[in-house]
């Protein structure tokens, strides 16, 4: 199935394992350019080695309130425009 991310960005939460890092690693093969998202850098660190030029951020989501409003969220998908093209999906 062509879920047309090639050349796009995404932003992925709890991004480091399980579920995240499947749809991490399914994001990267079908061509996509993404941040992942997680509250333990160790975690981060493995998951860079599997997944290169991934932008990674060490952020505790689930604790902010307002989202979108937040500084963490800001920097996160700040990240991940300015990777070229913009923000796309959020998965």
Known sequence: MD???????????GGSKSIGLACAGASFDRGAKFAIVSRDRVNLDTSAARLPRVKNIVADLARVALLLASDLAAHATGAVIAMDGGLNPTI
């Open 3 to 13: 879920l047309e991310l090639k050349g796009r960005s995404a932003l992925i939460s």
